[in-house]
């Protein structure tokens, strides 16, 4: 079987896991294209105007998939438990896609991540792999080399950006979700333009998720969003070693710009510049304010030299 998964949400946090598990169970995947142009709009055509930019961009990215495989994996991740509250758009993900593209040649195929309903991740790939033919062995084993695979990769991730802390330049900490981070239409850019300033970026990503969760208590106890607390929890970590913070918003995005407001208030020692994009304007306007941000972090380091 093939199975598509489109690049953009989640993808970016689990690739290697979703890549390995199909590989175990002897399934062929394929990743949409890199965001671009045409598959933005798509995106802007298939998603009520409500969407936050980052899932507009994941409907784009179901069409481009559309009969290039035979199955369209679309997880359903509600929580990892009371603590662990996902943004809601994560639990209707599988829903809406299917209610998008009913009519369309698409089958789609979904987990359902839902500890407060008693269903671990374990069990949901479990799951997944007994509905893909696989026999409860083959899938629990399929699921523990993905999660090894997926651990390995991320620890190799948070070594290389940690190595960058030695750089002497100027180190921006970026702080977005990774589906914003890496996508190559809209966080991309961003990451370039940092570069092209002589600047380094360090993504929020980079962090133990675990500790992460424990790091974001520094800064506040009260946000319920679990991926929210690990941007927190990055910048609890990063930030006596970065000369400023970029906070890197996909508009309409509820939980960020609640967070990112309360960011702002408590960070007072490193100059916090916020970010929000939108499929309208691009990133019309912000190299420059980006090429400001930069400057007067030069200025400042210069002057105390
Ligand atoms: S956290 Fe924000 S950007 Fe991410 S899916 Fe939810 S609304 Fe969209």
Redesign the pocket.
């Known amino acids: 079987m093939k199975i598509g998964i489109p690049r953009a ?1 989640l993808y970016y946090r689990y690739h290697v896991l979703w890549e390995t598990f199909f590989r175990e169970l002897g399934h062929e995947t394929i990743a949409s294209p890199h965001t671009n142009k045409t598959l933005m709009d798509a995106g802007s055509h298939y998603a009520i105007d409500e ?5 507009k961009l994941f409907f784009g990215h179901v069409s481009a998939l559309e009969g290039k495989c035979d199955a369209v994996f679309v997880p359903r991740i509600a929580n990892y438990g009371k603590d662990g509250v996902m ?4 639990e209707a993900l599988y829903d809406m896609s299917a209610n998008t593209f009913r009519g369309h040649e698409i089958n789609f195929i979904t987990c359902n991540v839902d500890l407060q309903q008693k269903c671990p991740e374990a069990q949901a790939y479990i799951m997944l792999g007994l509905s893909l033919g696989a026999s409860e062995n083959e899938a629990k084993d399929a699921y523990q080399k993905a999660y090894a695979a997926w651990q390995e990769s991320h620890e190799k991730h948070i070594q290389e950006e940690e190595a960058k802390l030695h750089d002497d330049r100027i180190k921006i900490l970026v702080v977005g ?1 990774s ?2 981070l890496y996508d190559e239409y809209i966080g991309k850019p961003i990451m370039k333009g940092i570069e092209q300033l002589d600047a380094v970026p360090i993504c929020s990503d980079a962090v133990d998720l675990k500790q992460a969760q424990t790091d974001s208590l520094t800064i506040c106890k009260a946000v319920p ?1 679990i ?2 607390r690990e941007l927190l929890g990055a910048i609890s970590k990063y930030h006596n070693d970065v000369d400023g913070i970029i906070l890197l ?2 508009f ?5 710009s609640m967070v990112n407001e309360m960011i702002i208030r408590r960070i007072k020692d490193r100059p916090i510049l916020n970010l929000l994009l939108d499929s309208q304007d691009g990133n019309a306007g912000i190299e420059t304010r980006l090429e400001s941000f930069i400057d007067i972090i030069r200025f400042r380091k210069e002057a105390r030299l």
């Open positions: 949400l969407n936050c930019l980052s899932s943004c809601s758009r994560f979700h589906y914003n969003w991926m929210n918003t996909a309409p995005c509820g939980p960020d």
